[in-house]
């Protein structure tokens, strides 16, 4: 049975970092592109990064871009959002999510495997 969990989420004040992380079992996590996704309350859930299986090929959405680095530790079944210089705008529930095929997209349902998400919250 696939499981995939997020973890790290909680109340920061803008300006500052977080760390996400997302372990994914019951897969072989090495070929698996990992995503990130976030969802605000009456928005639409939108890619915000997104890892190949190589490690070393990585997207961002241009909100993010320069702010959030994300990276993998294939030992580990672990992928790891760090988050810096936090914006009230960066508030959502972030999502996790696996992709058999290797692909980054930026449509949720174009993943195999997703999490149930952590809250982010940013403000003062």
């Known amino acids: 049975q696939v499981q995939v969990v997020e973890s790290g989420g909680g109340l920061v004040q803008p300006g500052g970092s977080l760390r996400l992380s997302c372990t994914a079992s019951g897969l072989t996590f090495s070929n698996y592109a990992m995503g990130w996704f976030r969802q605000a309350p009456g928005k639409e859930r939108e890619g915000v990064s997104c890892?190949?299986?190589?490690?070393?090929?990585?997207y961002y959405a241009d909100s993010v871009k320069g702010r959030f680095t994300l990276s993998r530790d294939n030992a580990q079944n672990t992928v790891y959002l760090e988050m810096n210089s936090l914006k009230p705008e960066d508030t959502a529930m972030y999502y996790c999510?696996?992709?058999?095929?290797?692909?980054?997209?930026?449509?949720?349902?174009?993943?195999?495997?997703g999490g149930q998400g952590t809250q982010v919250t940013v403000s003062s």
């Open positions: 890892i190949w299986r190589s490690e070393r090929s990585t």
């Open positions: 999510a696996a992709n058999a095929a290797n692909r980054c997209s930026s449509s949720w349902s174009a993943y195999d495997y």
